[in-house]
Nanobody, 119 residues
Framework: QVQLVESGGGLVQPGGSLRLPCAAS????????IGWFRQAPGKEREGVSC??????ITIYSDSVKGRFTISRAANTVYLQMDSLKAEDTAVYYC??????????????WGQGTQVTVDT
């Protein structure tokens, strides 16, 4: 069964860090471009970061650039989140893309993991 499974979410104080793994089952994740998205209450889902399969190019939204880092290892894609802010509170999803980071169709979503940044 083809699945993406996120984990690592939780409650963290402002300025803290979390690392979110996105693990794959049923397929080799290294062969695909993987994106991280998030959805805050009352807001639309937005792209956060992406890493391509072909050459490991990474992109970030302006809101997380310099604070978040996406990487791959052992059939898992990680989103390292540092200097977290209250506005980073959201459900975070990873997704499999059929192509490059921009303009590609998403054909699999994970179930999401909640990240809450609060004192």
């Amino acid at each position: 069964q083809v699945q993406l499974v996120e984990s690592g979410g939780g409650l963290v104080q402002p300025g803290g860090s979390l690392r979110l793994p996105c693990a794959a089952s049923g397929f080799t994740l290294d062969f695909y471009t993987i994106g991280w998205f998030r959805q805050a209450p009352g807001k639309e889902r937005e792209g956060v970061s992406c890493i391509t399969s072909s050459n490991g190019i990474t992109i970030y939204s302006d809101s997380v650039k310099g604070r978040f880092t996406i990487s791959r290892a052992a059939n898992t894609v990680y989103l390292q989140m540092d200097s977290l802010k209250a506005e980073d509170t959201a459900v975070y999803y990873c997704a499999r893309l059929r192509g490059e980071c921009k303009g590609s169709r998403i054909d699999r979503w994970g179930q999401g993991t909640q990240v809450t940044v609060d004192t």
